[in-house]
Antibody
Framework: EVQLVQSGAEVKKPGESLKISCKGS????????IGWVRQMPGKGLEWMGS????????RYSPSFQGQVTISADKSISTAYLQWSTLKASDTAMFYC??????????WGQGTLVTVSS | SYVLTQPPSVSVAPGQTARITCGEN??????VHWYQQKPGQAPVLVVY???ARPSGIPERFSGSNSGNTATLTVSRVEAGDEADYFC???????????FGGGTKLTVL
């Protein structure tokens, strides 16, 4: 069974750093792109970027380039999304999802990030 | 760049048919995918490649795509179908996905 399991909810202060994770299982982790999607409270889905764990090829949305870093450790089948300096406006739910051709067929359960002083 | 336009809301009585549209110029030339997101849950793929259903998705969910409009049709709507629905295409030129703004389906 394909599963993407994300790390738990986080509460951080502005200016702090954060790294959240997404662990894949039940399939060949190195053979599929993993995408990260942001959903701000009450809003729609925004693609942030994607990584191909097989060779760490990474793509970013222009809206998020330079704001976040996407990485992966294929030895433990885990993808990451990290911030070096959080802002209050980073408060959102973040999903990882497996890309199958042009769609996302499996999604993680989501990680809620709250940034507040 | 693609901008996918969805109606903010669609309402339908139980047992009736709901149609949710996704508009963009020449969207019929693209493959369209649809996701269902129930409150407090992650999105779930319900239709891919315009009209294909993943395993486990009821036949009540169907899709079509032609011209400038793609449509997700939910037949014999049930209370449990109440959710937000998002369409998505792949922007080949920029090599990235594009999501529609989402449609809230309300079951009256």
């Amino acid at each position: 069974e394909v599963q993407l399991v994300q790390s738990g909810a986080e509460v951080k202060k502005p200016g702090e750093s954060l790294k959240i994770s997404c662990k894949g299982s039940g399939y060949s982790f190195t053979s599929y792109w993993i995408g990260w999607v942001r959903q701000m409270p009450g809003k729609g889905l925004e693609w942030m970027g994607s990584i191909f764990p097989g060779d760490s090829d990474t793509r970013y949305s222009p809206s998020f380039q330079g704001q976040v870093t996407i990485s992966a450790d294929k030895s433990i089948s885990t993808a990451y999304l990290q911030w070096s300096t959080l802002k209050a406006s980073d408060t959102a739910m973040f999903y990882c999802a497996r890309r199958e051709s042009e769609d996302f067929d499996y999604w993680g359960q989501g990680t809620l990030v709250t940034v507040s002083s | 760049s693609y901008v996918l336009t969805q109606p903010p809301s669609v309402s339908v009585a139980p047992g009736q048919t709901a149609r949710i549209t996704c508009g963009e110029n020449k969207i019929g030339t693209k493959s369209v995918h649809w996701y269902q997101q129930k409150p407090g849950q992650a999105p779930v793929l319900v239709v891919y490649d315009d009209s294909a259903r993943p395993s486990g998705i009821p036949e009540r969910f169907s899709g079509s795509n032609s011209g400038n409009t793609a449509t997700l049709t939910v037949s014999r709507v049930e209370a449990g179908d109440e959710a937000d629905y998002f369409c998505q295409v792949w922007d080949s030129s920029g090599d990235h996905p594009v999501f529609g703004g989402g449609t809230k389906l309300t079951v009256l």
